[in-house]
């Protein structure tokens, strides 16, 4: 069965449901379901796989699933990057009616013709939950709830400055939150000149440029800035958010191409706006990506986020490497 993310959230200790299947763009907001929820209410003993390392030992995998040792209550086990292809483990999972296990498959975008998908979908026993990109009103709805929690007085104009600063990603948006909170302490008041002050990392940093050179496929202005900055763990992430951002950015404006032609209308109506400085920009980049191009970026970003966070040491060489080789 489908359920909307705001119903899940409302009838989460309801559920009855022991598999759950998380899928979409908005993966930031999945990471958050899954620490806030599943993880904080359900169960201590969690076991984290990737699809392609059971593929490789199902029977391993299964002899997993299936023990239960004197000090496991419960389990919770979390299976990333899936396909169709870890189906038929699920349903023989499923078959053997373990208690106290919950299962969540989690992966990017899904196809509609995907029979894991169609299966969660028509399935009563089965749960699976959409992660559609963030808009300015859901971003906006956590914002000011995070203020109000903290009995922070903040002005609406202050709040779409941190929005608008986080590029209207959820992931960066969080990072923007905790830093705001550090710079606070016990002040009960933010003024919008702090606001400012405390998100414009992108700017002071030229990550920003940074992107759009990569993305120009400007390889000698990109390694001038790669070479000429220090770039922090923290910062990394940020860079491959600011990618995703304006790769999203770009597909939409190519789709919205096919359908009214004119660029220069299409600039000037997108929102959040793109200002006059970046236009030139955006459109040399829309000139060199074809819808198909774009997509398989996303893709690559994606792998990329997952590739820093697992080989911390060397996230910088990796982040490099694929920034360079992108310019070619």
């Known amino acids: 069965m489908i359920i909307k993310y705001f119903d899940f959230i409302k009838n989460f200790f309801n559920s009855k449901s022991d598999f759950y299947l998380l899928y979409g763009e908005n993966s930031a907001l999945i990471e958050d379901t899954i620490e806030k929820f599943f993880k904080l209410n359900f169960s201590k003993n969690v076991f984290t796989y990737e699809e392609n390392d059971i593929l490789e030992n199902v029977s391993s995998f299964k002899e997993q699933v299936y023990t239960k040792s004197f000090f496991e209550k419960d389990k919770l086990i979390i299976i ?76 609406l104009q202050a709040i779409n400055l941190i929005i608008e600063q986080s590029k209207y990603d959820r992931a960066t948006l969080n990072n923007e939150l ?31 440029l940074l ?67 970046e236009k030139d920009t955006v459109k040399k980049q829309l000139q060199l990506y074809s819808i198909q191009k774009i997509k398989l970026l996303i893709e690559k970003i994606n792998n990329l986020e997952y590739q820093v966070k697992t080989n911390s040491q060397i996230s910088f060489l990796i982040l490099s490497d694929f920034i360079l080789d992108n310019t070619n």
């Open 80 to 155: 990333s990057r899936i396909s169709d292809k870890i189906l038929d483990v699920i349903l023989e999972i499923n078959e053997k009616k373990i208690s106290d296990l919950k299962i969540i498959l989690k992966t990017g975008t899904l196809e509609k013709k995907s029979k894991i998908r169609k299966f969660f979908e028509q399935s009563k026993e089965f749960t699976t939950i959409p992660f559609y990109e963030d808009n300015h009103k859901t971003l906006f709805f956590l914002t000011e709830n995070f203020f109000k929690k903290k009995k922070i007085n903040i002005s």
């Open 178 to 208: 905790i830093k705001i909170e550090m710079f606070l302490m016990n002040k009960n008041k933010l003024e919008y000149a702090d606001v400012l002050k405390i998100t414009n990392t992108l700017e002071k940093n030229d990550f920003s």
């Open 211 to 277: 992107t759009d050179m990569c993305l120009l496929k400007n390889k000698k202005k990109t390694s001038y800035i790669l070479n000429s900055s220090i770039i922090s763990d923290g910062e990394i992430i940020i860079i491959i958010k600011n990618f995703l951002y304006k790769l999203k950015r770009l597909k939409k404006l190519k789709e919205d191409l096919i359908e009214k032609k004119n660029i220069d209308t299409i600039l000037s109506s997108y929102k959040p706006t793109i200002f006059w400085k």
